[in-house]
């Protein structure tokens, strides 16, 4: 089973929440967070299902969702600079009006970010808590969706 497949129910799912704890739990839950079976990641600012990426935050009225068939491309973003450009300080909005940050109070304490090439002028751009994971789904759902 690729991850480009949504997760039989009683399989676990690996979750972190916004604090940074993880757990796994079962596909299928309800309650706080309503994970399904469908539920590929989720740290509580983005969210990866079976058919899109989820960005909370995104607009300041909720979330902004791109479907994996949308995303022309990815960029692994490394936030080193001090400089308040480097995004690394942005905790929500542009700097440069071409990437845009969610909302994310924890992003100074972060090392990467992921640019969602949608085919827009503006770029959204993302730290998940777990960017390696992110990067692995997505880029599988990108494979995917390339024809043959």
């Known amino acids: 089973m690729g991850l480009g497949r949504s997760v039989p129910s009683g399989y676990q799912v690996l979750v972190i929440t916004s604090s940074g704890l993880a757990s796994w739990t079962?596909?299928?839950?309800?309650?706080?967070?309503?994970?399904?079976?469908?539920?590929?990641?989720?740290?509580?600012?983005?969210?990866?299902?079976?058919?899109?990426?989820?960005?909370?935050?995104?607009?300041?009225?909720?979330?902004?969702?791109?479907?994996?068939?949308?995303?022309?491309?990815?960029?692994?973003?490394?936030?080193?600079?001090?400089?308040?450009?480097?995004?690394?300080?942005?905790?929500?909005?542009?700097?440069?009006?071409v990437h845009w940050w969610n909302f994310d109070p924890t992003r100074p304490r972060k090392k990467i970010a992921i640019e969602i090439n949608a085919g827009r002028r503006v770029i959204p751009t993302i730290t998940p808590d777990d960017p390696d994971a992110v990067e692995l789904i997505l880029t599988e759902h990108l494979n995917d969706s390339l024809p043959r």
């Open 26 to 97: 079962r596909a299928g839950r309800t309650g706080p967070g309503q994970y399904n079976e469908d539920m590929l990641y989720d740290d509580g600012r983005i969210t990866c299902d079976d058919s899109d990426l989820i960005i909370q935050g995104y607009y300041l009225w909720g979330a902004k969702k791109i479907p994996y068939t949308a995303i022309r491309s990815l960029q692994r973003r490394e936030l080193t600079g001090r400089g308040l450009l480097s995004g690394r300080w942005r905790i929500w909005g542009s700097g440069d009006f």
